[in-house]
């Protein structure tokens, strides 16, 4: 079986793309999708809540003919702008991308709901946060579970009628998911929804799929599992 990869980059690092023998596409990512530099208890005290007026003064003094490196550029002017210390921190782990809109505490490991405000789409991100690896963006394609999804057999019968099934995030905004589950033995389990689309990021949605990001007990990431794979037609 024949094995090949192809990157999929749109304007600011949004998605990347596997073909795997029948072709998933990959999913939306930052420049790191787990990140363990300066690794610290991320919490409510990093959320930022900018309006529209900062974010539009950020847009103009950070425009490329003045400023070729936006990022650094975005975090300066979040101190300027009177964003707290661990607000920056965090906006730093992001590759100077994005801010955290929300926070959720769960245990050893918690959930940040991040906003990229300067990407073409998929501006809502969602990171698992706190334990190890530090920080686990849960739509980057590196932790999709590629091998396990073609062992599904409904994934199997999506596949057979659409030859360029990809994956990409299920609604992200508000702060109402994942489900959550307590592991025996104390670990953590964190379900997302993603969409199945044939072929692109505007194309048809031929399908859904249910991802556990399973934790130890003591916060240590333990893999990503297929819990559910549905056609289109069934409810998600």
């Known amino acids: 079986m024949n094995y090949s990869i192809k990157m999929k980059m749109k304007t600011i690092l949004i998605s990347a793309a596997f073909v795997i023998s029948f072709t998933i596409a990959g999913m939306p990512q930052t420049a790191s999708n787990s990140i363990t530099m300066h690794e610290y208890r991320i919490d409510s005290t990093a959320i930022w809540s900018p309006g529209m007026s900062i974010m539009q003064n950020i847009r103009n003094v950070c425009s490329e003919d003045k400023y070729p490196d936006f990022g650094k550029c975005f975090v300066e002017q979040m101190k300027q702008s009177g964003a707290s210390p ?17 926070f959720r505490k769960f245990g050893n490991v918690d959930v940040a709901y991040s906003n990229f405000p300067f990407r073409a789409n998929e501006n809502q ?70 969409q199945l689309h044939n072929g692109c990021h505007a194309c048809e949605i031929i399908g859904y799929a249910k991802l556990a990001f399973d934790f130890n007990k003591r916060g240590k990431f333990l893999g990503v599992k297929v819990l559910d794979v549905k056609t289109a037609s069934v409810s998600n």
Request: aromatic share 18%.
């Open 86 to 102: 661990q607000a920056v921190e965090f906006a730093k782990l992001t590759d100077n991308q994005g801010y955290l809109r929300d």
């Open 125 to 194: 991100v969602c990171f698992l946060v706190n334990g190890s690896p530090n920080m686990i963006d849960v739509d980057g394609y590196n932790f999709m579970p590629f091998g396990e999804l073609k062992k599904n057999g409904q994934y199997k019968l999506i596949q057979k009628k659409y030859h360029d099934v990809s994956i990409w995030p299920g609604d992200r905004y508000g702060t109402n998911y994942p489900d959550y589950k307590i592991l025996s033995g104390g670990g953590q389990r964190f379900i997302f929804n993603y």
